[in-house]
């Protein structure tokens, strides 16, 4: 994404020379990471702001397991019937970012124009057969819904 906001600054008063380009730099903080994210969760604020919540998900893992010892104490397999979980998906919360109203707009836009062109790629790289494919269980799928109406 591009970032406009200093695009139209006035020059500085007393300044000799009026630069046409403005360098922007960018540095990592130390705690920057790349996040897969599975799903987003998303709520504004009294303040105008937007908060997007990443996260991924995964079957549950056991709090607990009962095993079956052998005689020299060895552990020969589980006990399914003994695992201890908790709930059926575990909603690992990655994750929060707070952008003013001015931000999350630019983003919109930002977004839209990025998914446009990913489609065109994807839809180019796709062979035609599974293109056919695809139109066929769409259209099929469209004949069931009216149907059913």
């Known amino acids: 994404m591009s970032d406009t ?4 600054a006035a020059p500085v008063a007393g300044s000799a020379e009026v630069s046409q380009e403005i360098k922007t730099v960018f ?3 130390t705690s920057f990471r790349v996040i897969y994210a599975d799903g987003i969760w998303y709520e ?5 702001n937007l908060h997007l919540i990443f996260y991924n998900e995964r079957g549950v893992l056991p709090k607990a397991v009962l095993s079956k010892p052998i005689q020299q104490g060895n552990v020969i397999g589980l006990v399914e019937s003994k695992r201890i979980v908790d709930g059926n998906i575990d909603r690992e919360i990655e994750c929060e ?7 999350a707009s630019q983003l919109r ?3 839209g124009v990025n998914l ?8 180019s790289t796709i062979p035609e057969p599974v293109k056919n494919a695809l139109r066929d269980a769409a259209s099929m799928l469209q004949k069931e819904t009216a149907a059913k109406k």
């Open 5 to 8: 906001r200093n695009a139209g």
């Open 116 to 123: 446009e062109n990913i489609q065109k790629v994807m839809e």
């Open 44 to 48: 504004g604020d009294q303040n105008g």
């Open 27 to 29: 540095n990592k903080s």
């Open 97 to 103: 970012i707070v952008m003013s109203f001015a931000a």
């Open 109 to 111: 836009a930002g977004l």
